[in-house]
């Protein structure tokens, strides 16, 4: 158990467009899903905290009208990258948190890779 | 100074040779501690969790925690090509978020 699915796993747009990106928990359901970054040879940057029915705990320093998060459900959770810009370039990837697991045990997705054209 | 260090290597080894892999860090508070693996262009994938101190083992993995050191170490013994990907560790302190090292690149060489 405890697999977490993302989508699309590569995405490739142009400047001045908006990328969704889909979180699921798959076979659990997650109180919380985290989304990182990750740019190349660089450990994981948190960019902000989704807790299902409520607004996004965004870190300092990640613009929340940029990255728009939603947690619809306790196995979905989307960021919206609005406006992209070749800066926004990078692996984002998500996480879940269990229901009924061990407090900060979390399960990674796959990644998403976003190239802004 | 960083909540987590880790040497980023790269650090190469011959199949079959032991290797061992270092975290330090700074914040007390730190009671869970994992490491995860994550190979190129691949979500991290949770390879050992342990609570407090102490020693776990799961086959070929060791995940050791001291914290009167604040150091954590993960051995992997009979090292394979396969476990070639990047080791990062990650802590935390109870109901905070996790902090990562930059991550171990390793690779084994048939």
């Known amino acids: 158990g405890a697999v977490v699915s993302q989508h699309p796993s590569w995405v490739i747009c142009k400047s001045g467009t908006s990328v969704k990106i889909e979180c699921r928990s798959l076979?659990?359901?997650?109180?919380?899903m985290f989304w990182y970054r990750q740019f190349p040879k660089q450990s994981l940057m948190l960019m902000a905290t989704s807790n299902e029915g409520s607004k996004a705990t965004y870190e300092q320093g990640v613009e929340k009208d940029k990255f728009l998060i939603n947690h619809a459900s306790l196995t979905l959770s989307t960021l919206t990258v609005t406006s992209a810009h070749p800066e926004d370039s990078s692996f984002y990837i998500c996480?879940?948190?269990?229901?009924?697991?061990?407090?900060?045990?979390?399960?990674f997705g796959p990644g998403t890779r976003l190239t802004v054209l | 100074q960083k909540e987590v260090e880790q040497d980023p290597g790269p650090l190469s080894v011959p199949e079959g040779a032991i290797v061992s892999l270092n975290c330090t860090y700074s914040?007390?508070?730190?009671?869970?501690f994992m490491w995860y693996r994550q190979y190129s262009r691949k979500g991290p994938e949770l390879l050992m969790y342990?609570?407090?101190?102490g020693n776990k083992e799961d086959g070929r993995f060791t995940a050791q925690v001291d914290k009167s050191s604040k150091y954590i170490s993960l051995f992997i013994r009979d090292s394979q090509p396969s476990d070639s990907a990047t080791y990062l560790c990650?802590?935390?302190?109870?109901?905070?978020?996790?902090?990562f090292g930059t991550g171990t690149r390793l690779t084994v060489i048939p």
């Open positions: 914040n007390s508070a730190f009671q869970y």
């Open positions: 990650a802590m935390s302190a109870p109901a905070n978020n996790l902090f």
């Open positions: 076979d659990f359901q997650a109180t919380t």
């Open positions: 996480s879940a948190r269990k229901l009924e697991g061990a407090y900060n045990e979390q399960f």
């Open positions: 342990t609570y407090s101190s």
